[in-house]
């Protein structure tokens, strides 16, 4: 019902709730108490119902229960497990009890938020990607749940070091290192506090190391920041400081990834399953 890849990991939940992961485990990131590699899918002890939203960083986990709680596992060298500590753990921790409605994970940090909207950060901030007025590097990271935005949130996503967020009128805000542009803000320039990108119409975000993507209420799909690739989808490799649009794509699922980007949708350009000329438009890069 729902998956979530880190950077060697995978998690997923089936029917009912049950929460499965594989891959890397060198800092216990599955979960399952051991710091051994699983090579075949494997559930969490303790969690086989209940679970409704997962998302991975790069060698740590976060899960949402039915109840509102929220669990973190994992490497917590920067404090993304916002468990107080720079311990790593190899069992789900649950670190809030109740209220919690989404969750999402960039490479060292957290984001999650609460009922209401509210939402909040933890975990490395060297590059000014928990938006709090403060660039902390370690030891200084944020190693507790720190709240940014009182109410209104309704989406969030983590890139490498950098953040996106949704407000309730469709508000597009960013924060973090801009050194591709992948804020969007017409810079390269990092920003510690959320800056306003686009003011209203925007319904879902990605963000992956270096780009972003953000899909706008008529489907529009748009893109920003570093595309040697071709990860922004526009039919140029040309770096973007503020927001592109894909041509001739409706989308209504994004997914943005290390170098390369995915949508689900409908593309003018192209027929599924067809030899595609110029792969890129389809934000099908290397």
Request: hydrophobic share 35%; aromatic share 8%; charged share 15%.
């Amino acid at each position: 019902t729902a998956v979530a890849t880190g950077d060697y990991h995978t998690l997923f939940i089936t029917t009912g709730g049950c929460l499965w992961t594989m891959g890397d485990n060198y800092d216990g990131q599955l979960g399952d108490g051991t710091n051994i590699d699983r090579h075949s899918p494997t559930p969490v002890p303790g969690h086989s119902t209940g679970v409704t939203q997962v998302a991975a960083g790069d060698y740590f986990s976060l899960f949402i229960k039915s109840d509102g709680s929220l669990w973190v596992v994992g490497d917590n060298y920067d404090g993304q497990l916002g468990d107080g500590t720079t311990n790593d753990r190899n069992v789900p921790y649950k670190l809030i009890n109740s209220g919690v409605t989404a969750v999402a994970a960039g490479d060292n940090h957290s984001m999650y938020l609460t009922t209401g909207g509210a939402l909040w950060v933890m975990g490395d901030n060297s590059d000014g990607q928990l938006g709090d007025g403060q660039i902390l590097d370690y030891p200084y990271d944020r190693l507790t749940p720190y709240q940014i935005v009182a109410s209104g949130v309704i989406a969030i996503d983590g890139g490498d070091t950098h953040s996106l967020f949704v407000k309730s009128g469709e508000s597009l805000w960013a924060m973090g290192n801009n050194d591709y542009g992948q804020l969007g803000d017409g810079t390269d320039d990092d920003r510690n506090t959320p800056v306003m990108i686009v003011s209203s119409g925007v319904t879902a975000v990605s963000a992956a190391e270096h780009h972003s993507l953000f899909r706008k209420s008529d489907g529009t799909l748009w893109a920003m920041g570093d595309n040697y690739y071709g990860q922004l989808g526009d039919g140029t490799t040309d770096e973007r400081l503020s927001p592109v649009q894909v041509p001739n794509v409706k989308a209504s699922q994004i997914s943005a990834g290390y170098e390369h980007s995915l949508f689900v949708g409908t593309a003018s350009n192209a027929q599924p399953g067809a030899a595609l000329p110029a792969r890129n438009l389809l934000l099908l890069s290397d």
